[in-house]
């Protein structure tokens, strides 16, 4: 047979039912894996064939949805489903918002989140080379319970779904599913989405209904069998969403580890869809890469670090580190134990050691935080050195403040700069020092209370004790010391 020309397509999202089975406030198709909504996944599966029309049926927490849609899909018509259910209500508002579309229309569900072009071009390809008026994705399935069965004629075609509830024990026996992926040639459709009654145990329009429909007209159902049934399998409850992650998650770990990345452990590395990581990084077991992460050629990140919305330079190495919204410079140093929060920046060749917690704070190119410290709205020059178990108390119990720190400044151990203050280049700072005013360029800073040495104070306050017996031996031979 001749294949036919190649139609205009439009895409059907549907995304208006609630998800009773997830459990939840959160509407079903907004649930999220890889970073983003269900929905999204789908929207990006649609957009990728290039539509000339795109529409996204939308009711349960319509405006929730509708700007998840928008989000990801700017292009879409949001339609808007009403009191009538089913999904054949839904597919019949939205062929009306297409608005005399002539072509081939795509039906897809919001729920079936791995769906690809490697599904869905063969579905076109089918369609698009026979006679049939709808051609549709079954399955075959071990346990088809709660799926609707495709029952076919003696010639092998299919001749209508059936779902679970309306099924017969010898229908309910087929393990031939149906995956919820349709094509509809657009002659006609309206007519007999119009037509659909509501004679089942759901009392609803069911979208499946065509397919006898188009079999009663005379018209052929054509069907692809899904090679792959992960990736037209439905979320409906939180078990199947976890197994639709863990599923994309394999998927996007294999793309990164083909581009020239090494994933030490893929089973316990959890990397967004939306993250980019460059060629020669190291990703180290039990990390997670969430949202815009980005990680540049040759960084090594982990074990046991967590970032969201973090660039990581090249050359960088980031090992047990929690931080969000952070930028870490070319060949810095963060951690172990790290805590980087919103607005952290470090430079090229800096160093942000164990167990610091930084937030909104800049620290120059070569300055290094190593240990023990809280850098929290301050400003900090280029190769300076901050001791460790150093504070920026940085709020006065109304407002926050900054802390300015110049550059090649060394501070000693246990210091506290209380904002606002300014430390000048080339400072140096003492021990235990509690800056307090502004610290001109070369001084060194320090607290004016002198040490002072009370001889016999423990023996006086504390007779009796371990620590007075023990002065007591040095001070005298031992014969003369009472043991207790």
């Not at 019949?92 to 072509?103: D, S």
């Not at 099924?167 to 989405?193: H, K, P, Q």
């Not at 990390?287 to 990581?312: C, K, M, N, S, Y």
């Amino acid at each position: 047979m001749t294949p036919s020309p190649e139609r205009p397509l439009a895409v059907v999202v549907l995304a208006a039912g609630q998800g009773t089975r997830m459990r939840s406030s959160r509407p079903k198709v907004l649930h999220e894996l890889a970073g983003l909504p269900m929905l999204a996944h789908v929207l990006v599966a649609a957009r990728a064939l290039r539509p000339t029309r795109l529409a996204v049926v939308v009711r349960h927490e319509r405006d929730a949805v509708a700007a998840a849609a928008a989000e990801h899909a700017p292009d879409a018509v949001i339609v808007d489903q009403d009191e009538v259910p089913g999904t054949g209500r839904a597919l019949e508002v939205a062929v009306a918002a297409l608005g005399g579309f002539e072509g081939d229309v795509l039906v897809l569900s919001g729920d079936v989140p791995l769906v690809d072009e490697g599904v869905l071009a063969p579905l076109l390809d089918v369609h698009r080379s026979g006679v049939a008026s709808a051609t549709m994705v079954t399955a075959v399935v071990p346990d088809p319970t709660g799926y609707g069965r495709v029952l076919r004629g003696v010639g092998g075609d299919v001749e209508r779904i059936v779902e679970h509830k309306d099924a017969t024990d010898d229908e309910r026996a087929i393990a031939e599913i149906n995956a919820g992926l349709y094509v509809f040639r657009s002659a006609g459709l309206s007519e007999r989405l119009a037509a659909l009654g509501s004679a089942n145990a759901q009392g609803e329009r069911y979208l499946t209904d065509l397919v006898a429909a188009a079999r009663a007209a005379g018209e052929r159902v054509g069907a692809l069998v899904a090679p792959d049934l992960e990736a037209v399998a439905g979320v409906n409850d939180r078990v199947q969403l976890a197994a639709a992650a863990r599923r994309m998650n394999d998927a996007i770990v294999r793309r990164h580890q083909r581009a020239g990345v090494t994933v030490i452990d893929p089973a316990t590395t959890w990397i967004d869809a939306t993250v980019t990581i460059g060629e020669d990084a190291e990703i180290r077991p039990n990390t997670q890469l969430q949202r815009a992460t980005a990680i540049e050629r040759g960084a090594v990140v982990g074990p046991d670090t967590t970032l969201v919305d973090t660039e990581v330079g090249e050359g960088a190495r980031v090992n047990r580190t929690d931080a969000t919204l952070a930028v870490i410079g070319a060949g810095a140093d963060v951690g172990p134990f790290a805590y980087l929060r919103p607005g952290t920046r470090l430079g090229a060749k800096g160093k942000i050691g164990t167990f610091v917690e930084t937030k909104n704070a800049v620290i120059g190119d070569g300055s290094k935080v190593p240990h023990l410290s809280y850098i929290g709205d301050t400003e900090v020059g280029e190769r300076s050195n901050i001791g460790a178990n150093t504070i920026t108390a940085n709020y006065d119990g109304v407002h926050k403040h900054r802390t300015v720190v110049g550059s090649a400044v060394r501070t000693g151990s246990h210091n506290v700069f209380v904002a606002p203050v300014t430390i000048g280049d080339g400072v140096y700072t003492g021990a235990g020092t509690v800056v307090r005013k502004d610290v001109p360029a070369g001084a060194l800073a320090v607290n004016p209370a002198p040490q002072r040495n009370i001889e016999g104070w423990v023996e006086a306050n504390r007779p009796g004790t371990d620590a007075a017996l023990t002065a007591a031996r040095v001070a005298a031979p031992e014969e003369d010391v009472d043991s207790p």
